[in-house]
């Protein structure tokens, strides 16, 4: 097997470091953006190619490997050249995938190539080839994923180092985990990305990354981080995708999970992936979700595995059978909730908040309002009143902050997150 690599940064300095301790697979071609540039791996004896698709176009090669990242450009024509050439593509790239899966696809089919993209989801995690192979027997019900080490880095680091967000994203960006403009991270988008891919391995469905629903951890204060873990609880930005009825929600929002749980315990830049099939149950996927190392493994994976005849189509369903599904309402997924709502300390507001959510059907299963001393040290006029709710409809909730935020009871706006359960949506809506 001979292979072009397309991008010799991060991950494919790390595949060519792993590869040139293995002998199963050959590198004849290597593409960047600059010849002379101080490399972490070696490519003496190694064919360069100033041009992308002049590479991909190189009868020499068999399979070629995007290494570059982007949503489109240079990726994307990598991509359409070498799937029109008839060879092998792997890629690490879920803003390509997620954009233009479709049409990949169908390429690769018509041109009976296959596509690898283990590494575009969670790096070392083996959640892809589990889906496309172990799992494909189940009907999924839902996927559950810290899909971002970034955000995962940053959480971990309010929980057990009490940093506020600023210092965190700092730490996180000296140590090469955030990029200088971290917001694809932070933003939610990446998560979005990794989440539509694995709902289209999941549902057999075209990738729908405009459909999912995005929150980020921007809003995540310090002060969230403690009152949660007061009550038990740790904040993890999740990616969802779960089939409800004969539809399907897509969604990343900062989570409560339980301190007791397997994704409380997924700290630092790690991933983990939550997958529940009707037969198989629950299975818990962790690891090294970045890096070098861990990210050229999975690319490394796939090459071999193709090398050894593999032929999955790229959302495990062949292309002519991927069929749009339609969309359930967020506001319609029903779970308790986490509020947290600044007001000023006058007597009267704890009892017009409860009010309004008592009038909107919200059910509160625990208040706390933050302690005094603490206030009084950080000399502030307005206090934390946090509320705990029973399962509630994203609906009632959003009506309820309008009416609080209406009634000017709020010194900043309202924060309102879902905590984690284990609960069919289906029985809710019955
Ligand atoms: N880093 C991770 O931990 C990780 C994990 C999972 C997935 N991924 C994915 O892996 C891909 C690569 O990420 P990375 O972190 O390795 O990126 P990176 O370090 O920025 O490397 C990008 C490489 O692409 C080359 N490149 C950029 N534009 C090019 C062009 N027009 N023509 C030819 N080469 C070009 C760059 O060349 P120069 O070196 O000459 O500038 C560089 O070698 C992305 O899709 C990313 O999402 C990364």
Same mark, same amino acid.
Request: net charge negative; charged share 30%; proline share 2%.
């Given at each position: 097997m001979r292979i072009a690599v397309a991008g010799l940064g991060t991950v494919g300095g790390g595949l060519l470091n792993l590869l040139q301790q293995r002998d199963s697979v050959q590198v004849v071609a290597v593409c960047a953006r600059t010849r002379h540039k $101080?490399?972490? +791996?070696?490519?003496? *004896? =190694?064919?360069?190619? /100033? /041009? &992308? &698709?002049?590479?991909? #176009?190189d009868a020499e090669v068999d399979l070629v490997v995007e290494l570059m990242g982007g949503e489109g450009g240079v990726a994307l024509d990598c991509a359409r050249t070498a799937l029109q050439q008839g060879k092998n593509f792997v890629t690490a790239n879920k803003a390509l995938l997620a #954009?233009? *899966?479709?049409? =990949?696809? #169908? !390429?690769?089919?018509? $041109?009976? +190539? &296959?596509? *690898?993209w283990e590494a575009a989801v969670a790096a070392a995690v083996p959640v892809v080839a589990a889906m496309r192979q172990s799992l494909l027997a189940n009907n999924t019900q839902r996927i559950t994923g810290i899909v971002n080490g970034t955000c995962n880095y940053i959480l971990s680091r309010l929980e057990t180092q009490n940093e506020d967000f600023a210092t965190a994203l700092r730490g996180a960006q000296e140590k090469g985990y955030a990029e200088a403009d971290p917001r694809a991270d932070t933003q939610g988008f990446d998560s979005a990305q990794k989440i539509a891919l694995l709902a289209a391995l999941a549902f057999a469905t075209p990738p729908a990354l405009d459909e999912v629903s995005v929150e980020g951890i921007e809003q995540v204060s310090l002060d969230d981080v403690n009152f949660a873990k007061r009550r038990g609880f740790a904040i993890r930005l999740l990616a969802i995708a779960e089939r409800i009825e004969d539809k399907i929600s897509l969604r990343v929002h900062p989570t409560l999970v339980r301190l007791d749980s397997d994704f409380a315990a997924v700290c630092g830049v790690r991933n983990a992936i939550l997958y529940q099939g009707d037969f198989s149950g629950q299975v818990f996927l962790a690891g090294q979700g970045a890096g070098a190392a861990a990210t050229a493994s999975a690319v490394a994976g796939d090459i071999l595995d193709i090398a050894r005849g593999r032929s999955t189509p790229l959302f495990g369903t062949p292309d002519a059978k991927l069929n749009p599904l339609p969309f359930f309402p967020l506001q319609d997924i029903v779970s308790p909730w986490y509020l947290h709502f600044r007001v000023q300390d006058k007597v009267g507001v704890v009892a017009a908040i409860a009010t309004v959510l008592s009038e909107c059907n919200i059910s509160i299963s625990a208040i706390l309002q933050d302690d005094t001393r603490a206030r009084q040290q950080r000399a502030m006029s307005c206090v934390s009143l946090l509320m705990w709710t029973h399962r509630t409809p994203g609906s009632a909730v959003a009506r309820a902050l309008h009416a609080i935020e209406k009634a000017k009871l709020l010194q900043g706006r309202a924060v309102a997150w879902r905590i !984690? /359960? /284990?609960?069919?949506? &289906?029985e809710q809506q019955a």
């Open positions: $101080k490399r972490t +791996c070696s490519i003496e *004896g =190694i064919a360069w190619y /100033d /041009d &992308v &698709v002049t590479m991909a #176009r #954009r233009h *899966g479709a049409e =990949i696809s #169908r !390429l690769a089919e018509a $041109k009976g +190539c &296959v596509i *690898g !984690l /359960d /284990d609960e069919p949506q &289906v």
